[in-house]
């Protein structure tokens, strides 16, 4: 069976770290006798944007539907584009329409790395923040009135679906029951949010008669940022609403040490439409062009969607080779974010390598 995979470079560090993260694909392909069928696309850049005033091209949808997932480097490049016009034209394009609507981010303190945490080691962190991905606050309902006047009045209404919401729920759980500790946490703030949250609440704890094997828990928003800080050990998969879970799947891996290695997947979980592979990270402007960009979040997006597409141990051994990489601790092969002085390519190179074996 052959894989076809759509690669986009998007912007910025993302051109420069998509050729590592290829490199590790191929590499864990060649080993494991993995077909893949790669198809470049230069659109959902700002480049493109520049060229054509658009994202991407009317027939997008078409174009991506039936490939078996998406591999992705960064969008945005400010300076010529804004943020909001590159972002929504493109990566929230993918995610709507091709209803993607997990957003899972693997939180794990690595060998070698330093977490900003006083006195956390490997193994202290390790958990999964799972976020609605398709509807919550990130919604299009509302609008502006009487602008430029006194009068003035903006509104945006935060929009939950029991399909919606029940669906997150589950993909949640059932990461959970995978899980040794077996262990759920919700982000609530139904103090405050006095409708949607305490449904949200309702509906976790309805889904939660499901899995009488995995231990729930919740906090608030507020509380639940601070034990991400000072509790990191206490989690093992957080779910939570898009915004909640836009903030926490950033500070998630911020406690891990560096944003430059952390991974993410926008899953269809049906299977109906593609799911997208990314790095956490942006195009990253201040050190675009230099070659210094690390690439273990774009490698280890490369081994979330090889173990999406079935091959588990094909997504390990790229897992474990950075690790080692890291471990070892090379300064010559590692990137300045991780306290070395090498480059995007002899951190990639270092990591193929071991993934050949
Ligand atoms: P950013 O993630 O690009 O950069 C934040 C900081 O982390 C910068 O100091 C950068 O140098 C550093 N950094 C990021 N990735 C790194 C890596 N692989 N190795 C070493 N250091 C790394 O976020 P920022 O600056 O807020 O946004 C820049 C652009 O990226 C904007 O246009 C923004 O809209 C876009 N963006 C796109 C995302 C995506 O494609 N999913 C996600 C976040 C931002
Ligand atoms: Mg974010």
Redesign the pocket.
């Known amino acids: 069976m052959t894989h076809r995979i759509a690669v986009i470079p998007?912007d910025?560090?993302?051109k420069e770290?998509m050729p590592e993260g290829l490199r590790a694909l191929d590499a864990a392909a060649e080993r494991f006798g993995i077909d893949l069928s790669l198809e470049h696309f230069d659109f959902a850049s700002c480049d493109y944007y520049l060229e054509h005033g658009q994202m991407l091209p009317d027939d997008w949808f078409e174009q991506l539907k039936d490939v078996d997932a998406i591999f992705?480097g960064?969008?945005?490049?400010?300076e010529t584009v804004p943020?909001h016009i590159?972002?929504w034209g493109s990566?929230l394009q993918f995610r709507r329409r091709f209803d993607q609507y997990v957003n899972l981010r693997p939180c794990r303190l690595l060998p070698g790395i330093k977490s900003p945490l006083a006195d956390r080691r490997p193994g202290d962190i390790d958990f999964y923040v799972v976020r609605e991905n398709t509807e919550g606050e990130y919604s299009s309902v509302g609008g502006r009135m009487f602008e430029g006047t006194d009068r003035e009045v903006v509104i945006q209404e935060t929009v939950m679906t029991r399909t919606g919401v029940d669906r997150v729920l589950k993909y949640a759980f059932d990461l959970a029951q995978t899980r040794p500790r077996r262990k759920l946490t919700s982000a609530t703030k139904s103090n405050g949010i006095a409708i949607t949250m305490p449904w949200w609440d309702e509906r976790v704890k309805a889904m939660g008669k499901n899995y009488p094997e995995v231990s729930v828990d919740q906090f608030h928003i507020d509380i639940l940022t601070a034990n991400f800080v000072m509790h990191p050990d206490w989690f093992d998969v957080v779910v939570a609403s898009n915004l909640f879970g836009d903030i926490l799947s950033d500070l998630g891996p911020a406690c891990t040490g560096?944003?430059?290695v952390a991974p993410s997947a926008n899953i269809n979980p049906d299977g109906i439409f593609p799911s997208l592979f990314?790095?956490?990270?942006?195009?990253?402007?201040?050190?675009a062009g230099r070659g210094?960009?690390?690439?273990i979040?774009q490698v280890w997006s490369a081994a979330m969607m090889l173990e999406h597409l079935g091959h588990q141990d094909a997504g390990k051994a790229i897992v474990d080779a950075f690790e080692a990489v890291l471990a070892e601790g090379d300064k010559a092969v590692l990137?300045p974010?991780v306290s070395g002085h090498g480059t995007t390519e002899t951190l990639g190179r270092a990591i193929a390598e071991r993934i050949a074996g």
């Open positions: 998007g910025g560090i993302g770290v992705y960064a969008v945005g490049w400010p943020d590159s972002l990566l560096t944003i430059g990314e790095p956490v990270h942006g195009s990253a402007p201040d050190i210094i960009a690390n690439p979040g990137t974010d």
